[in-house]
């Protein structure tokens, strides 16, 4: 659908040069500062106060915003911390909640390379896919010259892993000098965030349905077994939703 | 092996660098490497997604009923009120992240100022 037509500028004989780089990647740097940008800012707001609460450092949270980025699987791993899971548990937790990111990236990888892209660069480049930089991405690559996709997503990418590592570090430095009321909306960001992206961005039915049994069973599971509330639920209501979708669609095609 | 219990500075960073970083960028790398050659409606994605979805509801959920910090100092039936009202926005008010966030936000402190 994208990748279909036929860029003016592939055609254009000269190699690409520093110049042609910049302007794209301050054009990457541009795309950044936009709506979803700034709602983003405000779950990493809540993120902070949550790391915060959880007893972490000014320096883990903040590497921790640079190394993981997506946020699902840092508040995951914020959660596992919290309920005291080892290392083990707390790693497969995060994994099961990042698995999403390879269909992400699967689907963003052909819009992003052009024809000369070396596979490093993929590999480098991936590590920005987060839920904001993906929809922004897949909604323009589209209109951005073939050749330069990759600077233009270096661009997009980077401003947002920096920007919101800044956002963390200053949350956190007057986290405790805020009013109560502040606090606990601040509290109160991040699971909205959640509760309306993550139902705005499911693709089937099954992905309200897994939805719905995650957030009943978080809290059960976590009142009987706290280490394992999250895996638990997880693999619970994944494999029902799972079922539901398939129930659903032989119930259709009888 | 939890993250406390070894005192030592590198510890955290260790432990955020495999249950973190490792469990993400993973999956990052494998997307590259697969990039193009699975299908995104293939069913073991379909459930891959869903075991995923359910698992951060599973967090939205505690955070809403066993919250930490001055929230969790609000009554719960004042912090479900605020995410249902604000869900119930961004599902009438044309599905937009920002109205559901600052309905519910609005709910919340008008509820703590006015209890």
Redesign the interface.
Known sequence: MLSGKPMPDDATPHAPTIADRRHWYLRGVRAAVSVPGLILASAFVGFAGLAKEAGLTLAETVFMTGVVWALPGKVVLIGAILSGASLPAAAFAVALSSVRLMPMVVALVPELKGRHTPKWVLYVLSHFVAVTSWVIAMERLGGIPRAMRTTWYAGIGSTLVLANMGVVAVVFLVADRLPPAVSAALFLLTPMYFLTSLWGSAREWAGHVAMVLGLGLGPLFHMFAPQYDLLAAGLIGGIAAYAFHRLSRRRRAS | ????SIDAWWW??L??????????????????Y?????S?DS?L???????????????????????????A??PLGL?MG??AL??AA??FLG?R??V??VV??AV??AG??LG
């Not at chain 2, 432990?15 to 590259?32: E, K, Q």
């Open positions: 092996m939890t993250f406390t955290p960073f432990f955020i660098l495999v249950a973190g970083w490792l469990a993400t960028d993973s999956w990052r790398f494998l997307g590259v697969f990039g193009g050659r699975i995104e069913d994605l379909v459930l891959v997604r869903a075991v995923a979805t359910a698992l951060v509801a599973a967090v939205i959920g505690n955070l809403i009923i066993f919250p930490s910090g001055a929230l100092a609000t912090r605020a995410a604000g869900f961004y599902l599905k992240v920002l559901g966030i519910a936000e919340l402190v703590m100022l």
